[in-house]
């Protein structure tokens, strides 16, 4: 049984960590992984800049966080990460309904993704649709699906 809840400024450096773990998964090398890691970082403004939010377990442990950020009609899902212990359980539909929900009550009218390229069936599962190929902010040359939701009223 998970809850949400907003992040805490005590624990930025935990999620940081957690995000470098799970991308960790798709089986990067260490070269690719120091190349996201300024990326993945959480900085204390970022919690009145965007929105960020924990999946907690009842025994405290963190599940997944995920952060979105709105500017006027467009929302970003920043990021959205789940503990590689917790995979496939659940915390990434929780997450990214939140998201959606959040976004959509702050007025926006779409939600975009620039997702790994392992996590795109996840996001496509959850009814976005890839619109288009992106650079990646991290590594120079990569290319991203870029996926949109619709957050109908
Ligand atoms: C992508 C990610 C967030 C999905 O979270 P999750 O908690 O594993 O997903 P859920 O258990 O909530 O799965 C929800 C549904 O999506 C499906 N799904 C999950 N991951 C999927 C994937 N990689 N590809 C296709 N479908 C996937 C599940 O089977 C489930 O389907 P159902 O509707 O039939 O039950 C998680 O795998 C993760 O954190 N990956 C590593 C980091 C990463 O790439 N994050 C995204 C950065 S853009």
């Not at 949400?4 to 935990?14: C, G, T």
């Not at 991308?23 to 300024?38: I, L, Q, S, T």
């Not at 659940?90 to 007025?107: I, S, V």
């Not at 779409?110 to 190929?133: C, K, L, N, T, V």
Request: some cysteine; hydrophobic content about 45%; overall charge neutral.
């Amino acid at each position: 049984m998970l809850t949400l809840r907003s992040a805490r400024a005590d624990e930025l450096s935990a999620l940081s960590d957690l995000c470098l773990r799970s991308k960790a998964v798709w089986g990067y090398d260490a070269a690719f992984m120091a190349a996201c890691r300024a990326e993945l970082m959480l900085h204390a403004d970022e919690l009145t800049s965007t929105h960020i939010q924990v999946a907690e377990s009842a025994d405290g442990s963190i599940a997944g966080m995920a952060q979105v950020k709105v500017t006027g009609p467009d929302a970003e899902l920043s990021k959205l990460f789940v503990d590689p212990g917790r995979i496939r359980d659940g915390a990434g539909r929780l997450l990214f309904g939140w998201a959606a929900n959040t976004a959509r009550d702050l007025g926006a009218v779409r939600m975009i993704i620039d997702a790994d390229p392992d996590a795109a069936g996840f996001y496509r599962r959850m009814g976005a649709q890839i619109e288009r190929m992106v650079p990646s902010g991290s590594i120079p040359g990569r290319m991203l699906p870029q996926l949109v939701v619709r957050l109908g009223g």
